[in-house]
């Protein structure tokens, strides 16, 4: 069965430029999870989705984020307009019983120039 | 808030020497997890830990949940290089998970 598939692996953008990350859960999973991760901040909340539904995106930056779950087999983190603060790397993970056991994609190192 | 302060930050061992690390909530628990995350690797889930002064063992790894379900410990008997990487607790309270900052083993050469 495929894991938690993330894309792309690597993303090397410019300042100001739209950035959209990736992500297919595991199927059957019913929870979705979008994390950042850095040296100094560790591994961050982003936002989650319980059947596509966004529960909780207190973790979200600020406006320059936003995150959508149209269906149960896909969702996208959008950054727009990118900052060189936003690298980082960014992880998916899926769950089918809410914030525990999750499953991990390989995530998505951004770098912002 | 709440959170969870895990110790040590790094820990270096010699291979063949224990590793511990440990995770304290500022709260009661509903349930304690940790990962394993390998150098330029993922989170991988290694396990939940549930009832008051539950133990769990997977090979050399034994995990403990406090009785007060307010601190967990990993320990790793006779490390080995295969052990490298960083291992995190999440703590789940209110239907939400707070992550330790995690721990760093290294094995010294």
């Known amino acids: 069965d495929a894991g938690v598939i993330q894309s792309p692996r690597h993303e090397v953008t410019e300042m100001g430029q739209e950035v959209t990350l990736r992500c297919k859960p595991i199927?059957?999973?019913?929870?979705l999870f979008w994390y950042r991760q850095t040296m100094m901040r560790g591994l961050e909340l982003l936002i989650y989705?319980?059947?596509?539904?966004?529960?909780?995106d207190s973790g979200m930056p600020e406006d320059r984020f936003s995150a959508k779950m149209p269906n149960a087999s896909f969702s996208t983190l959008k950054i727009q307009p990118s900052e060189p603060r936003d690298s980082a790397v960014y992880f998916c993970?899926?769950?089918?019983?809410?914030?525990?056991?999750?499953?991990f994609g390989p995530g998505t190192r951004l770098t912002v120039t | 808030g709440q959170q969870v302060m895990q110790i040590p930050q790094y820990q270096h061992v010699q291979e063949g020497e224990d590793f511990t690390t440990y995770c304290n909530s500022s709260?009661?628990?509903?349930?304690i997890q940790w990962y394993k995350q390998r150098p330029g690797g993922h989170p991988v889930f290694l396990i939940q830990?549930?009832?008051s002064g539950e133990v769990k063992k997977q090979k050399r790894l034994t995990f403990q949940f406090g009785e007060a379900k307010k601190n967990s410990s990993l320990h790793i008997t006779a490390t080995q290089t295969t052990d490298v990487g960083t291992y995190f607790c999440?703590?789940?309270?209110?239907?939400?998970?707070?992550w330790g900052a995690g721990t760093k083993l290294i094995i010294k050469p």
């Open positions: 830990l549930v009832k």
């Open positions: 709260t009661t628990l509903s349930n």
């Open positions: 993970a899926s769950s089918p019983i809410g914030p525990h056991e999750q499953y």
């Open positions: 199927s059957g999973h019913d929870y």
């Open positions: 989705f319980n059947n596509n539904v966004p529960i909780d």
């Open positions: 999440a703590g789940g309270s209110n239907y939400q998970l707070i």
